[in-house]
């Protein structure tokens, strides 16, 4: 093997850490546009106090960082910019449809199943790293991402997916 550095769980923790930090970054840009987009009232409501509570997200990973003595610095995620991307196609071709608000939801489900499995994995490896200090900042991340995506789904149910079906 070419490769004289060996990568521990430490480097992949790193890694993943500045992955989602880029990805938590991006969503708190996203998030305003989708509330714009949203036809209903709660779909709006919903994605302005999600980005409240996604800066709150950067900033326990903020501390995460402090904690691991290293800088707060992303590393581009070309996973979440896909789901992005995919969530701002969805708002130019289903504007003024019915079917919007579903696409929106669905889009922004895309990034919170996204973000569960980031924090799932980043939750365990601190744990398997004796970072106990970072575990439950990273677990309230996760409780959040994993509450959000309940209340999108209840959204989805109640309304939007019904209103979808119909001609606007």
């Not at 979440?80 to 504007?95: R, S, V």
Request: hydrophobic share 40%; glycine share 8%; charged share 30%.
């Amino acid at each position: 093997m070419a490769n004289t550095t060996t990568k521990t769980l430490d480097d992949l923790f790193l890694d993943t850490l500045k992955d989602i930090y880029f990805a938590e970054k991006q969503i708190l840009k996203a998030l305003p546009k989708m509330a714009r987009a949203a036809q209903s009232e709660e779909g709006k409501a919903g994605f302005l106090q999600h980005r409240d509570e996604t800066q709150g997200q950067v900033e326990r990973l903020e501390q995460v960082f402090e904690l691991l003595g290293k800088p707060a610095r992303g590393k581009t995620c070309e996973a979440i910019q896909g789901i992005i991307a995919e969530g701002e196609e969805i708002m130019e071709e289903f504007k003024g449809s019915a079917a919007l608000d579903a696409g929106l939801i669905s889009s922004a489900q895309a990034v919170e199943h996204y973000e569960i499995a980031r924090y799932g994995t980043l939750v365990a490896w601190a744990n398997q790293l004796g970072l106990k200090d970072a575990v439950p900042l990273l677990k309230a991340n996760l409780a959040e991402e994993e509450a959000t995506d309940k209340k999108l789904t209840q959204l989805a149910q109640a309304s939007a997916n019904a209103k979808g079906k119909k001609a606007a």
